[in-house]
């Protein structure tokens, strides 16, 4: 058997190379060995090589292998391979690797991997196709509330117009599978591309079958295939006492369907609130001007002030004068879940009378004489 490589001569590291160090490394040479950055007659050579540096890496990477490595040299880890030594079972790294080469793709094609799902590699593993579909979109919508309504919390019935999953083929399209002609099962369109790199592998995604690698065998009738089905629907939505106008409520999985047997998206309510034709308000206090004659501004008396959910009196004193605020403890609004309520302000003016009859006026005058 020949002789085997050293691990850190292979990554071009040093015996006392970081972790970071290590993956930097690795880093570099996945992306000089990919097969899929090589050309059809160096690929055999990158092949060997890009599978040399992932078992210099999937040994060093590892604290504990590493250490029976620098201990013992290659016998101090053979035996966590097979008979046959490393083969890319014994790779525990994948993500990494995706990581790599998945952003290295996406460096040289301008993003032209991301997709909705989110989690699609290069490789078309753990894509959220495949398995899992892909998720619906989220769907927003507004709803007027009035001060009423905040104060005391309401549920409202809302029409939306969704995409709803097929009842018939429960999203799919259809039944049965049939391995997808376009990509041959495969999820994907590999296409040689040149560029200053050499010659390179674009791979996207295929769209005959959306990256499943397959298609139903018999196309559901309800829906044509598209496995969903635009429906105008109602649904409740419980809006909590004390909300804003731009807090919003997501509803789980009440939104778009999703593709594929993907998960649906979420529904988004977002507060709005009308105002109030008495009360303002002001964070969870409510503000109020409210007018006192000039008798009870002089001489003190009570009146009545509207409030959120009635009417109270307030005593005013002896002596009060305009544009003073008197604050009733916890008539405000409810706060957000929480406990107790804010506040309300009111602040009083003096009502002057116009209109006055002539003999009002003349009394007017007397008492002006006397104060
Ligand atoms: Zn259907
Ligand atoms: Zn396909």
Redesign the pocket.
């Known amino acids: 058997m020949a002789t085997k490589r050293d691990y850190y001569e292979i990554l071009e590291i040093t015996r006392e190379a970081t972790s970071e160090q290590i993956k930097e490394a690795y880093k570099k040479l996945a992306r000089k060995y990919h097969p899929d950055m090589n050309t059809e007659k160096d690929k055999k050579t990158a092949e060997e090589k890009f599978k040399e540096v992932s078992e210099a890496y999937e040994v060093l990477i590892d604290p504990n292998k590493r250490q029976m490595y620098d201990m013992r040299g290659h016998e101090g880890v053979d035996s966590q391979f097979g008979p046959g030594g490393f083969t890319w079972d014994n790779f525990t790294h994948q993500e990494d690797l995706n990581d790599i080469v998945g952003n290295l793709f996406k460096g040289f094609f301008g993003g032209g991997f991301e997709t909705n799902t989110g989690g699609e590699d290069i490789f078309g593993r753990r894509m959220g196709r495949g398995r899992g579909g892909v998720r619906g979109q989220d769907v927003q919508l507004r709803v007027t509330l009035t001060l009423q309504e905040i104060y005391k919390g309401v549920t409202k019935e809302i029409r939306i117009r969704r995409y709803e999953a097929c009842p018939v083929c429960k999203g799919f399209g259809g039944t049965g599978d049939r391995i997808?002609n376009?990509?041959k099962?495969t999820?994907q369109i590999r296409r040689t591309v040149s560029s200053i790199f050499g010659q390179m592998v674009n791979i996207t995604t295929?769209n005959?079958?959306r990256?499943?690698?397959k298609?139903v065998e018999k196309i559901c009738a309800e829906c044509k295939g598209k496995g969903k089905t635009e429906k105008v629907s109602n649904v409740s939505v419980k809006i909590p006492a004390g909300v804003k106008e731009g807090n919003y409520i997501v509803l789980k999985g009440q939104g778009n369907a999703g593709s594929d047997g993907g998960p649906a998206g979420d529904l988004i309510v977002v507060i709005e609130e009308t105002e109030d034709p008495v009360l303002k308000r002001d964070n969870n206090n409510l503000i109020i001007r409210v007018p006192i004659s000039f008798p009870v501004a002089t001489l003190g008396g009570s009146i009545e002030v509207p409030i959120i959910d009635g009417k109270v009196l307030l005593t005013i004193p002896k002596g009060t004068p305009t544009g003073k605020v008197f604050r009733l403890h916890g008539k405000g609004m409810p706060v957000l879940n929480g406990y107790g309520r804010g506040d309300e302000l009111v602040e009083v003016y003096i009502d002057t009378p116009k209109n006055l009859s002539r003999e009002a006026e003349q009394k007017i005058k007397e008492l002006g004489t006397l104060i």
């Open positions: 997808c376009t990509c099962g999820g295929c005959a079958c990256g499943r690698g298609t």
